[in-house]
């Protein structure tokens, strides 16, 4: 069973930083359709933040709320997913959840982190 497991969260004020780390028990590989990040606020539904191939290459995908502040990577060796989020505004707190894709013949299998609070506030 893959697990996932999430840090670096906390309290940061508008317009600082944070690094959302995710390491994969096991291979990063066996996560073969993918990884990302989600994220949930009170009362809202979640939504993909960005997302990142691990097999073939590195392809990215970013939702526009975050696009050209936020920036996906991944650490084969490291067998860790990274979300390096930059000029943070109060409307990106959330919980944070990663998230990665097993995908066999037709099958689909998700698997979450336990999720990392971050709150954006002065």
């Known amino acids: 069973q893959v697990q996932l497991v999430e840090s670096g969260g906390g309290l940061v004020q508008p317009g600082g930083s944070l690094r959302l780390s995710c390491t994969v028990s096991g291979t990063i590989f066996s996560l073969n359709n993918g990884m990302g990040w989600y994220r949930q606020a009170p009362g809202k539904e979640r939504e993909l933040v960005a997302s990142i191939t691990i097999i073939s290459g590195d392809a990215t995908f970013y939702g526009d709320r975050v696009k050209g502040r936020f920036t996906i990577s991944r650490d084969i060796e490291k067998n860790t997913m990274y979300l390096q989020m930059d000029s943070l505004k109060p409307e990106d707190t959330a919980v944070y959840y990663c998230?990665?894709?097993?995908?066999?013949?037709?099958?689909?299998?998700?698997?979450w982190g336990q999720g990392t609070q971050v709150t954006v506030s002065s």
């Open positions: 998230n990665g894709k097993r995908k066999y013949y037709t099958r689909t299998d998700d698997f």
